[in-house]
């Protein structure tokens, strides 16, 4: 059985021995990030306290680089896992006029996002993967 997180679809932004961090190429949503534990673990409880740490800091990082870089009116945090049994956290830039606003971003779509919107959220990527990129080099 192969594991889609485990053979990264995208190349990492960030990497280390234990965990990467990944933008998913979503078009309505710029600045969707993953990041991902490197070896095929399936719950946070499967950690030791030191990796566990270490998981959550990286999450933490990405979202501040999110708050600073995309400036979304939210940033959703979700680690689910049902489908892809594979420890990993979605860290996702929210605003009022994506497609799920409030909703999950797995639920319906309940409107369209300007194109011209979308494009400008994208220009931001190859900032926010440097910001990123730097989080994560200063906390290693």
């Known amino acids: 059985m192969t594991c889609e997180l485990c053979e990264l ?11 990467s961090v990944i933008l998913v190429d979503d078009a309505a949503y710029p600045g969707f990030c993953r990041v991902i534990w490197n070896d ?3 719950e946070m409880t499967d950690l030791a306290p030191s990796d566990r740490l270490l998981l959550t800091d990286a999450v933490w990082h990405v979202e501040l680089a999110l708050r600073d870089v995309m400036k979304p009116d ?3 945090v979700a680690s689910l ?3 892809t ?19 999950p971003v797995w639920t319906v779509a309940v409107r369209t996002t300007e194109e011209s919107t ?10 926010l993967a440097a910001d990123i990129a730097r989080r994560m080099e200063k906390s290693a």
């Open 9 to 19: 679809a995208a190349e990492p932004i960030w990497r280390n021995d234990r965990l």
């Open 40 to 42: 095929h673990v399936k």
């Open 74 to 76: 939210k940033i959703n």
């Open 81 to 83: 896992g049902n489908m």
């Open 85 to 103: 049994p594979h420890l990993h956290w979605h860290v996702i830039a929210r605003y009022a006029d994506d497609a799920h606003f409030p909703n």
């Open 118 to 127: 979308l494009a400008e959220r994208r220009a931001l990527l190859p900032k």
